[in-house]
């Protein structure tokens, strides 16, 4: 497991330049610095001694492992992510982070690692009644999320008769469907798995993605050597076989194991 997790501040930063010498610098300096926002379940989440587990955190120690090298986890909240990587305290920022035309214009990012979009979940009572989100393009039908659940989705033109109310955070949008004070409730891909894991007995999804959005790692502009050895490392790993493994494990297993009885 990785350790050493930490909170960065202006301390630590790289120290032999950007560009095609972050590489270098990472062998150099024995260590290799990810960036993350611990707390997203299933990729970044605290575990025992304050060590990080998850998706990212398995795929993080891997990359250190190919490098050689040691793994340090930077932690911070989201939106110092990529400053904090332009600024030379991480090498790389994997963070369950999708790639838009807004962080494109931040950072460079690898190939896609995954892909995602968004989904809605229903209550299972109601899972006949509204098999696809056209179902829900009715008057009287009530649809919740959280700030930023929709992503770039533009709800008023894809449920034009439907009302919709947003929510601080997802486990109150979630009981609000529970509750059946709302019919659906549309949110990113993982949240959406994560709550019908949870109230697997009442809430449901068809899973099926409602928009295209790749999930990369990001690294700093111009640094076109460091991402060229990611992309090769991704493609590695996708055709060994051990990137499907740590997908069944945090993706499907750790899910299957949320609906287990207790």
Excluded at 146 to 163: I, Q
Aim: glycine letters at 8%.
């Amino acid at each position: 497991m990785p350790s050493g997790a930490e909170k960065t501040s202006g301390a630590g930063k790289l120290t032999s330049g950007t560009g095609s010498s972050t590489l270098e610098a990472i062998k150099q300096r024995g260590e290799l610095r990810v960036g993350m926002q611990v707390g997203y379940i299933p990729f970044q989440m605290a575990g025992n001694g304050g060590s990080v587990i998850g998706f990212d955190a398995d795929m993080a120690e891997m990359a250190a492992k190919s490098l050689k090298v040691a793994l340090r986890i930077v932690r911070n909240n989201w939106q110092e992510l990529l400053p904090s990587l332009v600024a030379g305290n991480a090498d790389v920022v994997i963070s369950g982070m999708t790639v838009t035309s807004e962080r494109n214009a931040e950072a460079m990012f690898t190939i896609p690692v995954l892909e995602t979009g968004r989904m809605f979940l229903v209550h299972s009572m109601n899972a006949e009644r509204f098999k696809r989100i056209q179902d829900l393009n009715q008057r009287g039908i009530f649809v919740v999320s959280v700030p930023g659940g929709l992503g770039d989705l533009r709800l008023k033109e894809l449920l034009p008769e439907a009302s919709y109310r947003e929510f601080p955070d997802r486990a109150h949008a979630a009981k609000e469907v529970l509750e059946r004070r709302a019919h659906a409730y549309i949110d990113e891909e993982f949240a959406i798995r994560l709550a019908c894991a949870t109230h697997s007995q009442f809430l449901t999804s068809n899973f099926a993605p409602l928009s295209f959005e790749p999930m990369a790692w990001a690294v700093r502009p111009n640094d076109a050597h460091w991402l060229n050895w990611l992309n090769h490392f991704i493609r590695q790993v996708k055709g060994d076989g051990r990137l499907e493994e740590t997908k069944k494990k945090w993706l499907h297993d750790y899910f299957l194991d949320l609906r287990a009885p207790r």
